[in-house]
């Protein structure tokens, strides 16, 4: 059991655009900015796209956007394309000088 | 340009011990935090434990303490991760990677490595 919860699958067509969500408790997203997402596709390295709760690395195009309300992170892709096909993992500083990853949510193009 | 590669992993027997190592290049490794992360064939990311970037200061996941030890070697843009009384729920591939800002720990990481498996089993 992962300590933030994400929806084991999401889906869309190209074009449109898809939330991921990711919740935690008071003690750790609902308390600090510290939320991360990172990207990965089948047998490669995670790559962040998120920091800070709505923050972007240069280089990380801006259909990639995040959001927190409460205990709940967002990662919200629009423009659906097909290479954004991967699994998708939110972090969040766990309050406790450590780190809580979501269980992970596979993103399919339809 | 950044790179992190890790190296160490292997079959390895429950109960042993074995070293993982996360060479470092392409920016000023003194200047950066590192973590461990691992994952579980088939399953999702699992913090393990981040280094400051003077080793001052180690932080591990409540699963691993008193099992795993987080180190470095500035003088060879290496981070370490010694694992030991190894269970078979270790079977992950260990990926080693950095903070993005200098000087600071701040629980999330830029750049990731390509990992090192670790298989324990009899």
């Known amino acids: 059991q992962s300590a933030l919860t994400q929806p084991p699958s ?13 919740t935690g408790t008071i003690t750790d997203v609902g308390r600090y ?10 047998g490669k390295a995670p790559k962040i796209l998120v920091y800070d709760v709505t923050k972007r690395p240069s280089g990380v195009p801006d259909r990639f956007s995040g959001s927190k309300s409460g205990n709940t992170a967002s990662l919200t892709v629009s423009g659906l394309q097909a290479e954004d096909e991967a699994d998708y993992y939110c972090s969040s500083y766990g309050g406790t000088n450590n780190v809580l990853f979501g ?8 | 340009q950044v790179q992190v590669v890790e190296s160490g992993g292997g079959v390895v027997q429950p109960g042993r011990s074995l070293r993982l190592s996360c060479k470092a290049s392409g920016f000023t490794f ?5 973590h461990w992360v691992r994952q579980a064939p088939g399953k999702g990311l699992d913090w ?3 280094i400051s970037n003077d080793g001052s200061t180690k932080n591990y996941a409540d699963s691993v303490k008193g099992r795993f030890t987080i180190s470095r ?3 060879k843009n290496t981070v370490y991760l010694q ?18 800002h200098q000087w600071l720990v ?3 990481c830029d750049y990731w490595g390509q990992g090192t498996l670790v298989t324990v089993s009899s």
Not at chain 2, 30 to 34: A, I, V
Not at chain 2, 83 to 96: F, G, H, K, P, Q
């Open chain 2, 83 to 100: 694992v030991n009384s190894l269970r078979a729920e270790d079977t992950a591939v260990y990926y080693c990677a950095k903070e993005p």
């Open chain 2, 73 to 75: 070697d500035n003088s």
């Open chain 1, 103 to 110: 269980g992970g949510t596979r993103l399919t193009v339809l």
């Open chain 2, 48 to 50: 393990v434990a981040v």
């Open chain 1, 33 to 42: 900015n510290s939320v991360s997402w990172y990207q990965q596709h089948p």
């Open chain 2, 30 to 34: 003194t200047n950066y935090g590192m």
């Open chain 2, 106 to 108: 701040e629980y999330y």
């Open chain 1, 10 to 22: 999401a889906s869309g067509s190209p074009g449109q655009s898809v939330t991921i969500s990711c």
